[in-house]
C-alpha cells in the first residue's frame, strides 16, 4: 500500500493530488462548521426558554 502511494505522489499532476488530499480536509471542516452552528442555535434555544420562566 505504501508503494501505490509513493509512485502515486511522484507520477500524478499537482492539480489532481492537491484535490484528492485536500477534499477530505475540507469536507471535515464544513461538517465541524454545521455542527458548531447546530449546537449554537439548540444552546440559544434551550438558554432563552430558560430564561423566560
Excluded at 485536500?22 to 432563552?48: E, H, R, W
Amino acid at each position: 500500500m505504501q508503494e501505490v502511494e509513493d509512485t502515486r505522489m511522484g507520477t500524478e499532476p499537482v492539480s489532481g493530488l492537491m484535490f484528492s488530499l485536500a477534499l477530505p480536509s475540507i469536507l471535515a471542516q464544513v461538517i465541524n462548521i454545521l455542527y458548531n452552528i447546530v449546537t449554537g442555535c439548540i444552546s440559544a434555544t434551550f438558554l432563552k426558554s430558560v430564561l423566560m420562566l
